[in-house]
Each structure stands twice: as structure tokens, then as C-alpha cells.
């Protein structure tokens, strides 16, 4: 790997830690309210049904109380990439989701939800393949807990499996099923 991809690569990770570091400030110096709202950056670990390789994921949710202490909502987007046949194509993904959550105790919860999924399947160059770009439509089930730590700050632990339609590659095989579970811990930032 040369310089430029090794800060291509590192570049969500510096992201999320300038985007926690702001959120801490604000919650710091924000005054004791209702936290009603949290922001939740997470890293994680994401493997394809299809695969044994395990990859890192990095995602930033938005969850909104909709019935305290019953029903919260979170919109989230994050990133993965894999590898696959043996490394001669590298699929990205940039899902953005909407989940339910159900919180009947308030330390786990568990739901369902949708999302868009934006992948581009890079191929090796020396393939001579041009790079392809989808956009689906997929679902999501899941759970986790939280595990305060202090006022407004919380240990995030989730899991969730994502229903995707089968894709087509360019290479034998040309269908795929890009199904993937993933789990991930993040910091909830409630204000």
C-alpha cells in the first residue's frame, strides 16, 4: 500500500474521532437536560454470508426517543469494504438506514429496520473490468444494550443481520449474495 491509500483507508476513522471529540465538547458544556437525543459513532467488525474474512466497519447513528422508555428511532449511515474472489474485485458499501427500536428495559433494546445501500465493486486493475456502482433497497433485524457510564454517556454494544438482494459481478460467479451480519460498539452521546 502507498501513502495516499493507507489515508484513503484511515480517513473514516480520523472523521469519526473529530466528530466524537466535537460531540463530547457540546455535551460537556451543554446543560443538564432531558436527553432525548443521542449521537452514536461506532466501529465494528462485519462479515459477508458468503465469506469467512471478517472486515471493520465504521457508522455514526442519530436516535430520537419517539415513546420514552417504549419505542426509540435512529437514522445511520456507515462504511464497509470486502474483498472478494480472492481479491481481484473490493466491494464499498455506504448504507444508510432507519430502524425501530424497541426499549421496553432501558439497557437493550431490539427491532428492525430499512435501508439504502450504495455498493461499487471495484475490480483489479489489471482485470481491464470498468468498476460498477448499485443502489438497493434492504432490510435489517437487530438488538443491543447500552451500558452507562455517566450522565449522558453510555457503552453501546449492537449486532445486526442485513437482508440484500442477490448482485451480479463480472467474474465467475457472476451472482453473489451480499447479505452480511455485523457487530459494533460505539459511545451513545445523549443531550
Known sequence: MDRREIRRAAMPFHILARVTSAVLLLIVVAPKAARAVEIVPSVGITRSVESDEVTKQVGLALRSSIVPHLLKSEIGGSYRSEKRNGGAVEAKTWPVTASLWLTPISVVYAGAGVGWYHTTLEYRPSLGLEDQTT???GVHVGGGMKMPL???VALDFSGRY???QDQESRLVPNKFNPDYWTLSAGLALGF
Open 135 to 137: 443502489q438497493d433497497f
Open 150 to 152: 455517566a450522565p449522558g
Open 162 to 164: 442485513v437482508f440484500l
